[in-house]
């Protein structure tokens, strides 16, 4: 009997609720502009804080009536200015308001009241503008639909700094892609923009700071204009090497070392910089110290990682200011018990985002770990940071598993990190878990780990080749991705090198003949040179050569003439070339050379080419194919001296005595010895 009592109240309450705002809507349809001015004003106090109120007024059609009464020529300027003042109120509630709001047209509506000459009005629309583009629900694109728009919000930024705070940050929110950074460049943002960041108004200031490090991010254009920009006689780099003092608030510091890392990374300015080395660099650092706020650590972690990630240089910097490495742990353990946060709701919040901390602090190791050997170690000795890495990998947040992949795949790349820490904390199991089931850019950072952890020196290879992990390699090679097609050929090749027969013929059976033979004609060239390499290393001492070639011959003979004869880079023609060089090497392998007229004369060409790698590699071939050290004597040498009267009756000998006098020593060394096999 509840359930039935309870359904009739909902509805008086609800009705009573909606009743008050049914009224607040009546009211704007009344035939006195005065009382409908009144009307607006009272609807714009009743929403102030009030979202429940919001809600009722949207679902009861205040919106188009709004808009209606905003776009009326004949509507007064106090009546307009206050409906976009409501508009920007309603807009200020929940992600379903604004959706709304955008249903009704609100963006093409208020874009249109940005012609009227009156400021206030302007303000307010603007105002109301810039609160529907920074919620993430709004589509951007809105923006730059209509072509006059941004020249026209160029030509407003000289109003009043209220106009300059609101178009800077409708920018800083809309420019999301190279196309729209393109967009806003072109209509000369940088030289319309440069002047605020001397406002009187910190609001301002700020705005146009964070419009230029959307504008500079990955934008060499952008980032090579910006060095050259002068603001009241200074340059630009060194007006944010000011705003990056310790004095200025966290913000600014903040956003102005993202835009010298941005213009630093896109080329604008060198990493031996001093404005780099000694101010953004340090900036960076100190952001990341637990005096700061959460999101301000992530960000510093972040923008560091991403400043240093290509230059050694940095990195080594970096690992020695302010302790980093070892302040970088304490991400891992906040918020603690202890955490001076008294702040509850502060509290709650950090909670809940104390994954990003974890992953910019993955980030941050990976890119200081990239390249030096030392800072690798000095990051692994990191109280119980492999144990960290390892429970990061399987952590629910997609991110932090992609941050603590990549973290572990810069450390794989330390030979001796390979040998001791991975091996220790077996990190190939959560390895080969997170490969099972994974989105692909996390995928491809696990596959490029798995590739260095089966090199033939880690310790790692037999446990990882024991799990079954070949079949999950050769997926990956069917793979819509290049990357991932890459990284599974790539870490087959690193498995079949110097392996013994069981793992090739069981690369060769799981892979399949067809597949193989489908990735020596994959558009990628990346994944054709993987390929020619694990071929290569498939066809290494001369027992698995032959077993390879009497039941692969035909077709492997045809992919590598395909190969000689088509459109390639030289690196690929010559690892083809040094293919054929061990199907030579092989006993009974090189008699499909040897009955195949083309392809010696495919050698011969390539001894006469022009580039030195490819001489070598088919002088090479003709080395193997003449041999006469074979096991067992008689036949074999009857075979090495038939081989040799074919191939000198083909002008191969001549070939090789001219090459005796090329000025690159390996050549002339490399004919040398052919011909002394003549000799012998």
């Not at 290494?540 to 390879?548: K, M, N, V, Y």
Request: charge should be negative.
């Amino acid at each position: 009997m509840a359930c039935l009592l309870e359904a009739p109240l909902r509805i008086s309450v609800l009705s009573e609720v909606t009743a008050t705002s049914r009224h607040y809507v009546d009211r704007l349809f009344d035939p006195d502009p005065q009382k409908v001015l009144q009307g607006v004003i009272d609807m714009k106090n009743a929403v102030i804080g009030n979202n429940k109120q919001k809600a009722n007024l949207i679902v009861l059609g205040a919106v188009p009536r709004l808009l209606y009464l905003l776009q009326q020529s004949s509507s007064s300027p106090e009546l307009r200015t206050e409906c976009a003042v409501v508009l920007g109120s309603l807009a200020m509630g929940t992600e379903n308001n604004i959706k709304s709001l955008v249903d009704c047209h609100i963006i093409p509506a208020l874009l249109q009241g940005l012609l009227c000459p009156d400021l206030t009005f302007i303000e307010a629309c603007l105002r109301c503008l810039r609160t529907v583009f920074v919620s993430p629900v709004t589509p951007v694109q809105l923006l730059y639909t209509d072509p006059t728009v941004i020249p026209h919000l160029m030509a407003l930024l000289s109003r009043s700094q209220r106009t300059q705070e609101y178009i800077t940050q409708i920018f800083s929110h809309c420019c999301k892609t190279p196309e729209h950074q393109t967009v806003l460049y072109n209509h000369g943002a940088i030289q319309n923009i440069a002047p605020l960041l001397i406002s009187p108004s910190y609001k301002v200031r700020m705005q146009a700071l964070k419009c230029f490090s959307v504008l500079a991010y990955e934008n060499t254009q952008v980032s090579m204009t910006l060095v050259n920009v002068l603001v009241d006689g200074e340059q630009l780099s060194q007006v944010f090497v000011r705003m990056m003092q310790r004095d200025r608030p966290i913000e600014m510091q903040l956003t102005a070392a993202k835009c010298l890392t941005y213009m630093c990374r896109a080329g604008a300015i060198r990493t031996d910089d001093n404005c780099i080395v000694l101010k953004t660099l340090p900036c960076l650092v100190r952001m990341c110290s637990k005096e700061r706020l959460l999101e301000e650590r992530v960000e510093g972690a972040e923008t560091l990682a991403y400043l240093m990630e290509p230059d050694v240089e940095l990195q080594r910097i970096a690992s020695v200011t302010d302790h980093l490495v070892a302040m970088l742990a304490d991400y891992f353990k906040y918020p603690s018990s202890v955490s001076a946060i008294t702040d509850i709701k502060r509290l709650d919040h950090d909670l809940k985002h104390a994954h990003e901390l974890r992953q910019a602090a993955f980030k941050l190791y990976a890119s200081l770990g990239a390249n030096d050997e030392d800072i690798r170690k000095k990051i692994t000795e990191t109280e119980n940071m492999m144990d960290r890495i390892v429970s990061g990998l399987s952590e629910s947040s997609i991110k932090v598993r992609l941050a603590a992949v990549r973290c572990l795949h810069s450390l794989s790349r330390s030979v001796q990190q390979l040998r001791t820490s991975f091996h220790d904390h077996a990190v190939w199991k959560p390895l080969m878990k997170l490969l099972q089931n994974a989105p692909d850019e996390v995928l491809i950072m696990a596959s490029s780990t798995l590739c260095n952890l089966l090199l033939e020196f880690s310790p790692s290879k037999e446990p990882i080749l024991e799990s079954g992990v070949i079949e999950l390699l050769c997926s990956l090679t069917q793979s819509d991705s290049p990357a991932l097609r890459v990284n599974g050929i790539w870490a087959l090749m690193n498995m079949a090198f110097q392996a013994d027969q069981k793992v090739k013929v069981e690369i060769v059976r799981a892979l399949g003949t067809e597949q193989l033979f489908r990735l020596l004609s994959d558009p990628d060239p990346n994944v054709l040179m993987k390929t020619l390499g694990l071929l290569r290393n498939l066809l290494s001492t001369r027992p698995h050569i032959d077993q390879i070639m009497s039941s692969h011959g035909k077709q492997i003979m045809q992919a590598v003439t395909l190969i000689l004869e088509g459109e390639h880079s030289i690196e690929v023609k010559e690892q083809t070339l040094c293919i054929l060089a061990n199907i030579a090497d092989g006993n009974t392998a090189k008699e499909l050379i040897m009955t195949n007229d083309d392809m010696l004369q495919k050698i011969k060409y390539y001894m006469g080419h022009s580039n030195v790698k490819l001489q070598l590699a088919a002088t090479f071939c003709v080395s193997n194919l003449i041999w006469n050290e074979e096991d067992g004597e008689g036949d074999a040498m009857t075979g090495s001296q038939e081989r040799q009267d074919k191939l000198r009756e083909m002008g191969f000998v001549d070939i090789l005595h001219k090459l005796t006098q090329a000025s690159d020593p390996n050549l002339c060394d490399r004919a040398k010895t052919a011909m002394q096999q003549y000799l012998a």
